[in-house]
Each structure stands twice: as structure tokens, then as C-alpha cells.
């Protein structure tokens, strides 16, 4: 089995800063894609950033120059920091792993379980 865990969520004022964690641990053989994912009250889930396991990102729009994506592979781990909050970012953030559980297992995307973000003065 694979897991991942969120961390690092909170509420924060307007204009602060959080950090995001995600540590993938279980039957790990190898990891493409993580990236991260939130959904607001009401609204679809949407892309907020992904790194491949080249280290190459994608951001949606309204991350582009705020949020920044990383990952540690050693660590099986994706971060997400994020800058310059604003209240329209206040989500459930969730983070996704493309993973091989073996050598000639194909890629499947597991999920956490959510880490709750609220941007509110």
C-alpha cells in the first residue's frame, strides 16, 4: 500500500506565507508526477502546481509568481510554498503521486487525504 500525508495547512492572514508538505511512504518503486491540488467550498478540484520527476513544474495561473512547487526524492516528499495569500485561495489542498508500486507495475495516482488552508483576516 502507498500513503500520503499532508501537513502544514492553517489559517493565515492576508499577504502571509505557508508551507505544505506531502510525504509519500509504503510500496514505492518509483514516482513521476506530484504535484498538488485544492478545492474550495462549492467549486471543482483544480491544478494549483506539479513537478515531474525531471524537476520541471507547471503552475496554474493563479499560482504563477506566489506559489512555488519542489520535491525531495530521496525523501519521497513535495512541498508547496506559498506566498502573498489571498482569501480566494482558501481550499482544501490536496497533493497526488503518480507512482510505480514495482518494476512492471503500471503508474497509478494516489491521493491524501487534504490539508485545510484558510486565508482570512
Known amino acids: 500500500q502507498v500513503q500520503l500525508v499532508e501537513s502544514g495547512g492553517g489559517l493565515v492572514q492576508p499577504g502571509g506565507s505557508l508551507r505544505l508538505s506531502c510525504a509519500a511512504s509504503?510500496?514505492?518503486?518509483?514516482?513521476?508526477?506530484m504535484g498538488w491540488y485544492r478545492q474550495a467550498p462549492g467549486k471543482q478540484r483544480e491544478l494549483v502546481a506539479v513537478v515531474i520527476s525531471g524537476g520541471n513544474t507547471n503552475y496554474a495561473d493563479s499560482a504563477k509568481g506566489r506559489f512555488a512547487v519542489s520535491r525531495d526524492n530521496a525523501k519521497n516528499t513535495v512541498y508547496l510554498q506559498m506566498n502573498s495569500l489571498k482569501p480566494e485561495d482558501t481550499a482544501l489542498y490536496y497533493c497526488?503521486?503518480?507512482?510505480?508500486?514495482?518494476?512492471?507495475?503500471?503508474?497509478?495516482?494516489?491521493w491524501g487525504q487534504g490539508t485545510q488552508v484558510t486565508v482570512s483576516s
Open positions: 509504503g510500496r514505492i518503486f518509483s514516482i513521476n508526477a
Open positions: 497526488n503521486a503518480d507512482i510505480r508500486t514495482g518494476s512492471l507495475s503500471p503508474v497509478f495516482r494516489f
